[in-house]
């Protein structure tokens, strides 16, 4: 089976740019690049992968290409650019030439105004990446999720893709909000959602894999089997299982789907979204 991992990070660490990195995460304290992911990646079967920007920087989109530009597994890059910037369109233009730039994220979770999202001039960022054909990834905590109907409804084509389940408290096994807030997006066929991110919503050092399930039956309910996108979080991931643990977790979970249900999954439906 062909596994494409559709989210995962490079960074060289930087104390200052990556202050979000507190003591409790003190394994992340340090360079991840492409050469560590290579031999991991090839260990498990793993054929290509998504970089996914960590930092709100044109040098971030620029850094990752230049990763992505040396290592052939490296399938497709999610940069970042101020979606704000009135000179938004002129900076897409600068990269239109770079097949390897899918699309853009915005670290929607931590700004302050949790309905940042629905700002006039971001909407416009929005309809920018449209109408070049880029991807956007929505990063939000659970208490966002209750703005995301109202940020998808004007956008018919545009491509979005849900990160981490949208965070839910899986620490807490609660389920009930997230669920009600989740169930809201069913409608909108041009959202995606990838799971990633869950091992560290878990209980870092004590989950078990069948913490996960009833999160994973309600993301199989709202987007089915052809919106669905595997995602290690890889290095995120290492505060709470290494790569083939998160792997294996979606693995077992999966277990009894066809195996062309599995291969959208793990692979196809990567492709399709990102045109890979």
Known sequence: ????????????????????????????????LPEDLNTIINDVG????????????????????????????????????????????????????NTKLKGFRHILQGEKDRSFMLQHEFIRGIRMLEKYGYTYDILIYKD????????????????????????????NKEIMEWKKEILKLKPFTNLYCKISGFVTEADWKNWKPQDFKVYFDVIVDVFGIDRILFGS?????????????????????????????????????AISFYNL
């Open 233 to 269: 979080d890889w290095p995120v991931c290492l505060l709470a299982a290494n790569y083939k643990e998160v792997l294996q977790i979606l693995k077992d979970y999966f277990s009894n789907y066809s195996k062309d249900e599995q291969q959208k999954v793990f692979a196809s439906n």
């Open 144 to 171: 966002q999720l209750k703005y995301i109907p109202q940020f998808l409804a004007d956008f018919k084509q545009q491509r979005f893709v849900l990160d981490h389940l949208a965070k839910p408290d899986i620490k």
């Open 1 to 32: 089976m062909q596994i494409i991992d559709a989210h995962q990070h490079f960074w060289i660490y930087d104390p200052i740019r990556d202050s979000w990195i507190d003591n409790s995460m003190s394994v992340l304290k340090q360079d991840y």
């Open 46 to 97: 793993v054929n290509g992968t998504i970089a996914v920007q960590a930092s709100q920087s044109r040098q971030e989109t620029e850094f990752l290409l230049s990763l992505a530009g040396k290592f052939n597994f490296i399938k497709g890059v999610v940069g970042w650019l101020d979606l704000q910037s009135s000179q938004l369109e002129e900076e897409l233009l600068t990269f239109k030439s």
